[in-house]
């Protein structure tokens, strides 16, 4: 079946620091990537999607200029959180589907952000 | 608005059957998805319907009704491994899912 890398899978940093994570589709090609976002204990929340060669579309209430998305390829999407705050710390996942139709998202393992 | 409703939380016995409901009312249809969520893991896609009737897969069921905007999860004689949160989401007119905000399953000895 389909599947997505997601990398690194945690993440502990300074405050001020910007952290790169990326999501790759492993044996497909992804036109559009997701990034969500879940707090313990709450629902996912999408907070973009990439869309591969042109800008992503952000959900309303997500800054795009601190979480820069670059779908530089058709198996690649970035997400960068740019100046990371405590607040910041949550739970990134990506995920990819295999076109529009009725086709699940498969997701990927997820990134453990933590902010000191 | 686009709206998917689940229970927050449920509680069955190990061996026993549970079925989590989940209700729609989105802008357009185009199949609907279980997921598996394990605290501190991403979802793991579990089914998917499009069509009315029953999907079994296993230990796992899901029945859609699009007329009623309907699904259910059925899940037989549960194992342990099987507490986790189920996310019930819809892909809607413009194939954007949209997410409920998840079941959790508690499964007791």
Known sequence: GAVVSQHPSRVICKSGTSVKIECRSLDFQATTMFWYRQFPKQSLMLMATSNEGSKATYEQGVEKDKFLINHASLTLSTLTVTSAHPEDSS??????????GNQPQHFGDGTRLSIL | GQNIDQPTEMTATEG???????????SGFNGLFWYQQHAGEAPTFLSYNVLDGLEEKGRFSSFLSRSKGYSYLLLKELQMKDSASYLCAVKDSNYQLIWGAGTKLIIKP
């Open chain 2, 16 to 26: 026993a059957i549970v079925q989590i409901n989940c209700t729609y009312q989105t």
């Open chain 1, 91 to 100: 739970f990134y996942i990506c995920s990819a589907g295999q076109g529009k």
